[in-house]
Every structure is written in C-alpha cells, then in structure tokens.
C-alpha cells in the first residue's frame, strides 16, 4: 500500500511539477514583446491571443481585424501577439507592411508554414518552400505566366466556359458556388493535368472530391495543422504529414500517369505541365525537376486556381446579385466590349474590360481569398519605431483582411463600390492598401492567370444571364474553420436567362 501511495505521490509531483514549468515557461514567453516597447495585448495560457480551436466562433483573420482595429484606435502602428506560445509581428502601418513584403524583403524571404517533403512531399509547393530552393524554383515556374502562355490557356479557358453554359440552359435557383468550382476544376485540370474533365457531365468528380477534402479539414485535420505549425521542429522528427494520405496519393498518380501518356505518345501542349516536363526532362542538372517535385506544384495550383478563382466569382456574384445597376453597367461593358470584337470574346477584348476590373478588384477588396498572409523573419531585424531586434525566426502575420476593411482607407468599407478603383481613386491611395494577391517577391505568381480564369466565367455568365438574390441565402457569415475565405452557408443565387 505504501509502495502504492509513493507511486501515486510521485506521479502527482511529476504533473504538478510539469503544471509549474509550462506556467512559467509561457509567463517567460509573454514578456518578449514588452521588452521590446512593441504594443501588444495580454496573453492568455494556452492560446496566447489567439481563440481556441475548439470553440471559436468567428474565423482567424476577423478575429486578427478585431486586435488590428483595437491596436489601431491606440495609435498603434504595429504590435506583437502570441500565437500560443509563438511570437507573432503584426504590421499596422502600410509602410512597415511594404518594409516586410517588399523593401526588406530579404530578412522575410520564407512564410515559415509547415512542410515535409519527405513524408509529405505535396506539401513542398512553392508555396511553402524557403530559402534558395524557393528562389531557384520561381525562377523556373515564372515563364508560365507570360503573356503568350495566357494567350494559350485562353482558349481552354472558353472552351471549359461553354460547358458550364450548356449546363445552365433554363431560369433556376443554383448553388453558385457549385458550379463555379465544376469550371474552375476544369480549366484548372485542363491546364495543370492535361485532362479534360467537364464536371458537369459527371455526377461524381475525382478531382474537384478530392480538392474539396484537401481544402477543407475535419477537425482532427485542424488541430493537426495547429500542432504542426505551433512545433515545427518537433512535427518534422515525428514524421507528421498535413495531407490526407489518400488525397495525395490520388494527384501523385494522377500527375505521374498524365507525363507518362504525353512522354510514350510524344504529346505536347500549352499549359502548365508541358514546362514542368521539360523541366524534368532538361540537360541542366541544377535546374531538373523530379517527379514529386512536379506533383507539388501541380497539385498547389490545382488548389490555388479551383477554390480561389471560383470563391472570388462567387463572392462577385453574390454583390452583383444585390447591386443590380452596378451589374447592369458591367453587362453593358461585357456586351459592347464583344460586338467591337466581331461577336467573339477574345483575349485582348478580356483586357479592355476595364469596369469588370473594378468589380473584381473590389470584391477581392472586400473578399480576399487568403484574408492574411505569413512571413518568417529569417535574420535578425531591427523593428521599425522601437529599433529592437526581431529575432530571427518570429513569425509575422499581413492581416490583408483587416487592411481591406480600414475605415480610414476605404470609406463604408462594407459597402460594395467598384469605384474604389477607378484611376482616380486608385491614386489617392497607399499601394500597399489593396494586397489580394500579397505583393514584393513572394506575390502570387499565379494571379494573371486566377484574374484571367474569373474574369473569362463572369464575362460568359453575365452575358447570358442575370442573377438576381435568392431567399434561400439572406445573408452570409464566414466559415470559421476554413483556411481560405469561405461561408457556412451556401450561396444560393437566381439566374434568369436574357
């Protein structure tokens, strides 16, 4: 018995000593940012300032607007929180934001996100990757994105826009954003995998399935990708892996059947996978790309393209729907715009439409699909106002969102007004006001082709149908478990045909 109680004893002055050391060792952690004069909030154990996973109820970036507008009515023009136990550097002011992003940007050259590409080789796109193998990739991956490239993807564009039309051939209430994601999988499939899909003739779609389940963790999934990104290093030796297995077991074979049919039957195309083939396939060996490496990339502008080029559409759409007159003049754009070009759209017809600019511009202002973005201080960094060090390694978050939504940027911010961003009003502004594609050398490579690709499925929507709202969605509120900017609800629209 006396063996028992001492067992018993020693466990409970174990826990209570573990207790001990986690309180002090997270009382230590939350000093570092008053040490270095940097505004911040008090932190609480374990979340630091962020909200539990488990029960909150608003999403992570208008949870980081509330801290920004808080900080800011202070006179704040940055501050450090904790995520955890992790220190966190939040810019207010838009020129630290274009000191991180773009003039110092070689102390913030990684986003310091998660990745395994051992165990988890999907996971190292270029997204996430760091250091010179980022810069050496980027520099391989940036001639997809010229003008001629586009040029070419622009027919798959509009042939995989003619399918979502023949699919839409009566007046209905749809799930927009469902038919939205069957274009945006199939151009994306078309130009990444050299498939031909057409979503909406198949009831069942392996890629747009399995893109869903990648963009959308259960919450085993969630807290996963927490524990990972709050101990990375810890992560990396336990061999953890962010991916479904069979997700990315399911666009690894994909990719590899897809370059074996081209490479057995001599078949090129213009699109994304030919120039990752021929890098696989290039004498250079410093610059030859594996067959995982292929897969990632593929696999990160799979995502990219399908999920945010149609939450955008969608979110457009929505706006639209509510703002009829402003609908009807970028109608009237789309459809003179066309008869100039002989009744056809056409790429250069695409670029002259310059109010459908604004109205895409401003619904990424007010639904940016990656509402903030992360960077990774990887040298020490003397902090703007206070002139303290920033160590190397602190993470830092762009809260894009909150910027997009600052009263004293943009006046009525929930108002949706695409002369935000007519060449007036565009030059009132600060550059770095509007970032829904990040900005500096760590931009989104993909946003010509994104901005193409939604720009191409309005302009075929618009001009053959009207939406109007529908009293199946009355309002919208923001998933608070997505990783990208989504709704719990679904966006129910209706369409009448003209």
């Known amino acids: 018995m006396s063996l028992d109680l001492s067992a018993i004893l020693s466990i409970w002055n174990f826990v209570l000593g573990f207790i001990v050391f986690v309180y002090l060792f997270y ?3 939350f000093t570092q940012w008053n040490s270095k004069n940097i505004p911040t909030l008090s932190p609480s154990i374990p979340f630091g300032n962020m909200q ?8 992570t970036y208008e949870h980081l607007k509330s801290i920004y507008d808080h900080m800011k009515a202070r006179g704040a023009k940055h501050l450090g929180i904790y995520s955890y136990f992790n220190m966190v550097y939040v810019p207010i002011d838009l020129e630290i934001v274009k000191k991180v992003m773009t003039t110092d940007f070689q102390h913030f050259v ?11 080789p999907l996971s190292a796109h270029l997204v996430n990757i760091e250091g010179d193998k980022w810069r050496k ?3 391989k991956l940036t001639p997809t994105f010229t003008s001629g490239k586009m040029r070419n993807m622009f027919i798959i564009l509009t042939k995989c826009g003619e399918q979502m039309l023949d699919a839409l051939n009566e007046t209905k209430e749809v799930d927009i954003k469902e038919i939205l994601g069957c274009f945006t999988t199939d151009v994306i499939g078309n130009c990444a995998f ?5 979503s909406f003739a198949e009831d069942k779609n392996d890629f747009r399935d399995f893109g869903k389940k990648a963009m959308k963790p259960n919450l085993m999934g969630i807290l996963k990708l927490i524990f990972c990104m709050t101990f990375q290093k810890l992560s990396l030796a336990l061999r953890l892996r962010i991916l479904d297995k069979e997700v990315s077991n399911f666009f690894m074979n994909a990719v590899a059947s897809t370059i074996t049919y081209r490479e057995e039957n001599n078949i090129q195309r213009n699109d994304f996978l030919q120039l990752l083939i021929e890098l696989k396939n290039t004498n250079d060996i410093n610059n030859r790309l594996t067959l995982q ?3 990632a ?15 955008a559409m969608t979110f457009c759409l929505y706006e639209l729907a509510k703002n009829q007159d402003v609908q009807n003049k970028v109608r009237d754009e789309i459809v003179k715009t066309i008869q100039n070009h002989n009744g056809i759209l056409t790429y250069d017809g695409l670029s002259e439409m310059k109010y459908l600019q604004q109205v895409l511009n401003e619904t990424l202002r007010m639904y940016p699909s990656v509402p903030f973005v992360a960077r990774k201080c990887t040298m020490d960094y003397s902090l703007p106002i206070s002139g ?3 160590k190397k390694g602190t993470r830092v978050f762009i809260p894009i969102y909150a910027i997009h939504h600052d009263e004293d940027i943009y006046e009525n911010p929930q108002v949706f007004d695409p002369e935000r961003f007519s060449d007036e009003n565009k030059t009132k502004r600060h550059p770095y006001s509007f970032l829904p594609f990040g900005e500096g050398p760590r931009n989104c490579i993909g946003s010509r082709f994104g901005l193409m690709q939604s720009k191409v499925g309005l302009v075929l929507l618009l001009q053959k149908y009207r939406f109007e709202p529908s009293s199946k969605t009355e309002k919208i509120t923001f998933n608070p478990n997505g990783i990208l900017m989504d709704t719990k609800e679904t966006i129910w629209l209706t369409i009448k045909k003209l």
């Open 194 to 198: 050299g498939l031909e899909l057409n």
């Open 388 to 390: 303290k060090l920033m």
């Open 52 to 59: 539990n996973p488990l029960t909150r109820k608003t999403t």
């Open 137 to 139: 990739l980027r520099t």
């Open 293 to 295: 490496e292929i897969s």
């Open 27 to 29: 009382k230590y952690k």
């Open 110 to 120: 990684d986003r310091g996100v998660y990745f395994n590409e051992k165990d988890d």
């Open 297 to 311: 990339q593929c696999f990160v502008f799979f995502l990219a393209g399908f999920e945010t080029s149609s939450t």
